[in-house]
């Protein structure tokens, strides 16, 4: 047995990705990124000249493999603090907001006045 042979099957690395020790992992997806870069090759050789389709190159291209987050461990304090933050950065874009519907409500009313019901003044004492 030499050093390169591993001394388990690799008929292992057909199954579940997850139960495969991270070397294994690596090395069939250099094995499948280099058949698809392989097909990428055949496919280019076989266009009309002049075509050119973008192929990334090596290592740009992002993987592929999906993950599952099962926890997530964050201080109560720091999700707070983030949250707060979202509901003060939200303030500005309210009021913009508001404004614009109140100003496109009065120019609605300036050109359609007949659209007015009922309108509710209310007037306090002077004094």
């Keep these: 047995m030499a050093i390169s042979d591993p001394p388990f099957s690799l008929s292992v690395a057909d199954g579940d990705p997850d139960d ?7 090395e069939r997806e250099a094995r499948e990124r280099e058949a ?3 097909q990428a090759r055949e ?13 990334p190159p090596f290592g740009d291209a992002p993987s592929a493999s999906a993950g599952t987050v ?8 720091h999700l707070m603090a983030f949250f707060l933050k979202a509901v003060f950065a939200a303030v500005p874009a ?3 907001l508001c404004a614009m519907i109140w100003g ?3 120019a609605v009313l300036a050109w ?16």
């Design 94 to 96: 309210l009021l913009v």
């Design 112 to 127: 359609y006045p007949e659209l007015v019901k009922m309108q509710i003044l209310i007037l306090f004492p002077p004094g």
């Design 43 to 55: 496919r280019a050789a076989t266009m009309p000249a002049g075509y050119h389709s973008f192929v």
């Design 20 to 26: 495969l020790p991270r070397t294994l992992r690596r």
């Design 36 to 38: 698809r870069e392989r």
């Design 104 to 106: 496109a409500a009065h």
């Design 70 to 77: 099962t926890r997530l461990d964050l201080p109560f304090l």
